[in-house]
């Protein structure tokens, strides 16, 4: 149970300490913009087969923590283990992103979470492993995707950038629809608590296509989902969680009755217009990834007004959405040390 | 000069009259989802070639209005016409949109408007026409893209769903991003006096690519830019302005400072929380095209609540994005039949 380590930067900020200093890491730190990274990504025959092989999977979430001392390592893993774990068939096409097999109004009924625990196995192996090797300072944070970008990709089989499969699905067969995001809410809620008790001392929840909900579909398809796994999840488990609805835009707000640890910004809120309204203990992001990629003043002028505006704020420094490939391995250095300067 | 005809409806509600019945008309009115524009899209060479041709152009602009009897003809045209007017060679590949030759930055203090006139004096020709084949009660639109946007496309040599090319292209080289927006803001401006000088009624400016604007640049990147168009289009012509700001988000709010008669809302905006919350004169759109799409209850539920919502508010009825190819037509018809009811 979270509670003994209890002095770590990031958890103190999400039990709503603001810290002169803030506690930093990047979405997805773990990942192609690091030579080391792509050096393992060679030798392996696929993208699963890096989430599923603990040894490797650990070394991958460890690669960042080791280069630049992050406050926080996230395991290495994917949101469409879940569907995975449900019997979906998944791969990874080289080059194009995840595919699936398209699902079925009559597939959606015959989806079962009895094997999450043994599917997904291998996850929280890498999870115990890690939680013995990362040193006193650095969090553990496990994810998990919301069931509404869960969704998206289940029903269209692939990424999509409108969601558009999904949501004509939505409205053609709501009662199928709402017997997936079931499925997913309580499948999500055994994997979260099972990565808990397997050593994740923190839970972020990626809704990552909150942009492509109609506004009069948020609660439903969104906010109602995560709060039930927020619930359920701390029903069961001591563990704070942040909510990451990327893309939410005016909804932002509406994402405060979720009644999460903190709620994670993209890079289009304004940072002023939203520390005053927004509720939820603790924030954290925003950081536009092109300014990672600029470097130089771009990346300064902003790391500063950030901080600026956080300050006296639980707060945890990230990017507004996961770091891009394209990224410098010498800017991401940069970013440490202006975060980490006394003065901002 | 507008005013001649200032009883259409649309006009009515721009200047801040509530209609019981709303106008309506739809983004892309005039596009792939009828059977008609197909056929005639077949029959030509290029894209290009449908907007620089006023017969063909007249006749695709007339299309949804001869079967629908919508409020308004949008002008058959595209965003693109601004570069191509500008000198940046523009091609369309077919099935995959559009293609320019990406800007250097020597290319663009290579930019002029001078040619403006006379490259797109095709598209005048097309409103002449179609001011005098309209019958009274129609509103002819035109527009332009918004400078951010166009200039995604410029920088990209391609539509892409992040602005990726551009958002870095502007934090690396400001200076020649800024001249790349004053010289779009100038083209534009006289792009849109002389529509309205050949007998476009009302004009529409495309900020399609809103979302990709990181919040502290939505300032300098788009609502400037914008002002300054409106500004500068209004100091020739007397004409009505509707801004869309597609997925502007939590930055909606900050487009009431360009001073347009309307603003376009798209599907992401929940209408009550704006209603009270906007400035702007008169509001637009909303509409999830996916649910005329799906058409029947999913269809009908929504426009009822729009119009309930928008009662006793000035307001122009059309989708909170452009309609879909696959929209069935009859589920248009639906649309026009729920919309035009007395009661909402």
Redesign the interface.
Known sequence: MVGLENDKVILRALRGEALEVPPLWLMRQAGRYLPEYRALRAKAKSFLELCLTPDIAEEITLQPVRRFGFDAAILFADILLVPYALGQKLWFQEGEGPRLEPLTVDAISGLTRAEVPERLAPVFETIRRLRKSLAGETTLIGFAGAPWTVATYMIAGAGS?DS?AA??FA??EPKAFARLIDVLVDATVDYLVAQVSAGAEVLQLFESWA?T????S?AVYSIDPLTRIVEGVRAKASVPIIVFPR??????LRYDAIGADALSLD?????D??VGALKTTCLQG?L?P??L??GGK?LED?VR?IRRAMSGRPFIFNL?HGI?QETPVEHVQQLVRLVREKAA
Request: glycine share 8%.
């Open positions: 950038d558009a949501r004509l409205l053609k942009a909900i109609p506004a009069e948020v893309g939410a835009g005016s909804n932002y890079t289009h809120v304004l940072l217009s939203v925003n536009d092109f300014r990629i600029a771009a902003s007004h507004g891009r």
